[in-house]
T-cell receptor, first 112, second 113 residues
């Protein structure tokens, strides 16, 4: 079974402050982890994936297999970062199928 | 950039009625998905579809649900007899390879009264 845990439902920071959105996963195989973002009334958008190891909009996330974590970080939050953030795990579920399982999401609010 | 499109954006229906939610995946994608999000809850997997058949479905996807790819472009989710608890945001998604990122549509908000 695959499971994604985002322990914080809400996170509020001030503009310019560092932000870390926590994500832990449970999966027996070799996982592929993603962060998706959902701005107000918009679609779920891919923010970043662990295998690309890139920084998008100043966000980074490192896969820590020892701690089974994939926390999302940004050193200086901006007001436009306010959104719902979902951690997701893509795991093999048989045949040619990989299922994407989402965490419950963290609502990030960046205050001026 | 190509997008997954979903229609309608909002559907209101009475309990017991049938609804069909429509999706046009990205044209060269081969794997199709439906997810739903009940208000205030997480995004939940419903069903995946590949090679003209269901490849996996969740326990939510009971006999009241069905999916179809009636032509080369549309991917539909049908709920035969809607219940109040079917009220949710339904997201369609697609991808080109088995383990590439999913691309999501804007969703259809279904309200069952």
């Amino acid at each position: 079974a695959q499971r994604v845990t985002q322990p914080e439902k809400l996170l509020s920071v001030f503009k310019g402050a560092p932000v870390e959105l926590k994500c832990n996963y449970s999966y027996s195989g070799s996982p592929e982890l993603f962060w998706y973002v959902q701005y107000s009334r918009q679609r779920l958008q891919l923010l970043l994936r662990h295998i690309s190891r890139e920084s998008i909009k100043g966000f980074t996330a490192d896969l820590n297999k020892g701690e089974t974590s994939f926390h999302l970080k940004k050193p200086f939050a901006q007001e436009e970062d306010s959104a719902m953030y979902y951690c997701a795990l893509s795991g093999y579920s048989g045949g040619s199928n990989y299922k994407l399982t989402f965490g419950k999401g963290t609502l990030l609010t960046v205050n001026p | 950039e190509p997008e997954v499109t979903q229609t309608p954006s909002h559907q209101v229906t009475q309990m017991g009625q049938e609804v069909i939610l429509r999706c046009v995946p990205i044209s060269n994608h081969l794997y199709f998905y439906w997810y739903r999000q009940i208000l205030g809850q997480k995004v939940e997997f419903l069903v995946s579809f590949y090679n003209n058949e269901i490849s996996e479905k969740s326990e939510i996807f009971d006999d009241q649900f069905s999916v179809e790819r009636p032509d080369g472009s549309n991917f539909t989710l049908k709920i035969r007899s809607t219940k109040l608890e079917d009220s949710a945001m339904y997201f369609c998604a697609s991808r080109d390879r088995a383990n590439s990122p999913l691309h999501f549509g804007n969703g259809t908000r279904l309200t069952v009264t």
